[in-house]
T-cell receptor
Framework: DAGVIQSPRHEVTEMGQEVTLRCKPI?????LFWYRQTMMRGLELLIY????????DSGMPEDRFSAKMPNASFSTLKIQPSEPRDSAVYFC?????????????FGDGTRLSIL | SQQGEEDPQALSIQEGENATMNCSYK?????LQWYRQNSGRGLVHLIL?????REKHSGRLRVTLDTSKKSSSLLITASRAADTASYFC??????????FGTGTRLQVFP
């Protein structure tokens, strides 16, 4: 069975550029989560969707970050303009149902470096 | 921050020994989950324990939950070099989202 698929695996770009991260959740999963992981702050939830609808975006750091889920099999996280402090590993995860009482399945992440 | 704390931050043991990691959290929960993360990979779900459960087993893994102390522990018995990874607890705080702890880095030497 295919797990959560993220692309690209690595992204290096210069500050000010637009960055788009992509995620394909596990088929049949209703909830999708975007996380950011850094040494300093650990694993932080940025936003999560249920049935393609954003439910909680309180973790999105600022207006430069936006996320969309146009259909059940695809989501994007966009940073525009990017800054060096956005450098981190970004994970997408999906789970069945509304997410409560369900394990989350993670992709292998996108390692983002902003120069 | 509601982020849980894990203890110890790092643990080094020999193959065959048991490894115990602890997690403390801050307010009431519906469930607590444990995850493993190998270097350069995403997190992998290990066990989910509900607030009305006290102990759960999965293979060489044993998880306990003490809601009165707001703490949980993960025991890995007869550890193997392949168990080398970071281990995270995550709590739901009665919501649909998880708050992850700071993690324990486990090193198992052959």
């Amino acid at each position: 069975d295919a797990g959560v698929i993220q692309s690209p695996r690595h992204e290096v770009t210069e500050m000010g550029q637009e960055v788009t991260l992509r995620c394909k959740p596990i088929s049949g999963h209703n909830s999708l989560f975007w996380y950011r992981q850094t040494m300093m702050r650990g694993l932080e939830l940025l936003i999560y969707f249920n049935n393609n609808v954003p439910i909680d975006d309180s973790g999105m750091p600022e207006d430069r970050f936006s996320a969309k889920m146009p259909n059940a099999s695809f989501s994007t996280l966009k940073i525009q303009p990017s800054e060096p402090r956005d450098s981190a590993v970004y994970f997408c995860a999906s789970s069945a149902g509304q997410g409560r009482n369900q394990p989350q399945h993670f992709g292998d992440g996108t390692r983002l470096s902003i120069l | 921050s509601q982020q849980g704390e894990e203890d110890p931050q790092a643990l080094s043991i020999q193959e065959g020994e048991n490894a115990t990691m602890n997690c403390s959290y801050k307010t009431s929960i519906n469930n607590l989950q444990w995850y493993r993360q190998n270097s350069g990979r995403g997190l992998v779900h290990l066990i989910l324990i509900r607030s009305n459960e006290r102990e759960k087993h999965s293979g060489r893994l044993r998880v306990t939950l003490d809601t009165s102390k707001k703490s949980s522990s993960l025991l890995i018995t007869a550890s193997r070099a392949a168990d080398t990874a970071s281990y995270f607890c995550a709590t739901d705080y009665n919501t649909d989202k998880l708050i992850f702890g700071t993690g324990t880095r486990l090193q198992v030497f052959p």
